[in-house]
């Protein structure tokens, strides 16, 4: 029987077979590590710390390649299909590297490439689709260079920064930009919102995604994630999960392998149906045995012989913040953990109720 090659022989076809795939480019061989030239004393102080930043994270920003193994039908042989790749950055010395869920989605053998050329088997450690994050691990004895990360909450429109990826498979490329705007919202992979995401200016390419978005101390303040194009090259639009949101999953993938999120126990009607009945909020279902909100005295949906619902709860606020459709509801709670107490309003047949809930953990694996 032939067995499938590891990623790590695999990575130089892969790399050469990126422009097949979106998101992926050419690689050429890596050069030998010289030392950097000296900084011109006469360049621009602005200049000056680009240069600096760009030499002091680029080690820790990496390549990632995934595949497919497909089977052959001839005495069972496999081989390996190029899925895609993009960028990661080192999370630890223990060899954790942070990307993009998009960055893995499909694969089931990974590599991931260091700046000095050297490819690794990776392992699949954990994903949250819902934030478009992964992390892989590779096993060395080398010396690894994790990032920094910078508080996101500090954050200002108008501050430089800098991204730092493989663009087109052109491993270690920087370009530099300034916050457009925070707050924004985009759609994660999974389907969901992803909140307070950064806006840049600073190109960000089909093969940047999963690297770092850097301010110019060197800290990561999020990890690139989508661009705004309609010719998939950058359009002055990218984006960045914020570094606060990494910093609270990230150590949950590492240790569970997914995200515990905090929840209700409960569930619910599609929006469009509560449209269509006119009712502003979230239609409880299903109220599951023994749940936060069982024990908050919510009840499942009552259906008559003819299938008519005929008693029902909607949840109209928590923490006092008005809930109109599930998004609210979902966005609202990611911001807290199982164990947590809030306060739901729902009403019943006319009448308003409020209880005090403790959050239950819901898996998202």
Same mark, same amino acid.
């Given at each position: ?15 050469? +077979?990126?422009?097949? @795939? ?18 011109? +004393? ?26 497919? /193994? ?14 895609? @790749? ?6 630890? !010395? ?9 960055? /893995? ?17 990776? @392992? ?17 004895? #080398? ?19 800098? #991204? ?16 457009? #705007?925070?707050?924004?919202?985009? !759609? ?37 994630? +989508? ?7 950058? @359009? ?59 024990? +908050? ?69």
């Amino acid at each position: 029987m032939t067995r499938p090659a590891s990623l790590r022989a695999l990575a130089p076809a892969l790399f050469a +077979a990126a422009v097949l @795939a979106p998101g992926c480019g050419d690689r050429a061989d890596s050069d030998p590590v010289t030392a950097p030239p000296p900084i011109p +004393a006469d360049l621009l102080d602005s200049e000056r710390n680009t240069i600096e930043v760009f030499r002091q994270v680029s080690p820790a920003v990496v390549y990632v390649a995934n595949a497919k /193994v497909s089977r052959g039908s001839f005495l069972f042989q496999a081989e390996m299909t190029p899925q895609g @790749a993009g960028s990661g950055f080192i999370w630890d !010395e223990q060899g954790h590297i942070v990307t993009n869920y998009h960055v /893995v989605q499909g694969g089931e053998k990974f590599a991931v490439s260091l700046s000095d050329g050297t490819t690794y088997d990776a @392992a699949l450690i954990g994903v949250e689709p819902r934030k478009d994050l992964a992390v892989l691990k590779i096993e060395t004895d #080398a010396a690894l260079h994790p990032v920094q990360l910078a508080d996101s909450h500090q954050l200002l429109v108008g501050q430089k920064v800098l #991204a730092i990826g493989n663009p087109f498979g052109l491993d270690s490329t920087l370009t530099t930009g300034v916050i457009s #705007a925070l707050g924004r919202e985009i !759609e994660s992979v999974a389907g969901t919102r992803i909140e307070d995401v950064i806006q840049t200016d600073a190109s960000i390419n089909p093969g940047n995604s999963g690297g770092p978005l850097l301010d110019s101390h060197g800290r990561v303040i999020g990890i690139t994630t +989508a661009i705004y194009s309609t010719s998939g090259a950058s @359009a002055g639009i990218g984006f960045a999960v914020p570094a606060a949101t990494i910093a609270r999953l990230v150590p949950q993938l590492i240790r569970f392998g997914h995200v515990k999120w905090a929840g209700l126990g409960i569930a619910v009607l599609p929006d469009h149906i509560a449209a269509q009945w006119g009712i502003l909020g979230v239609i409880v279902k299903d109220v599951f045995p023994d749940s936060p909100a069982a024990k +908050a005295g919510m009840h499942s949906m009552q259906v008559d012989r003819r299938g008519i619902a005929r008693g029902f709860d909607v949840i109209t606020r928590v923490q006092d913040r008005q809930i109109t459709q599930l998004v609210d509801l979902v966005d609202l709670l990611d911001d807290y953990q199982p164990g947590d107490k809030v306060k739901v309003e729902f009403e019943r047949d006319g009448e308003s109720h409020r209880a005090e809930v403790e959050l239950g953990e819901v898996s998202s694996s």
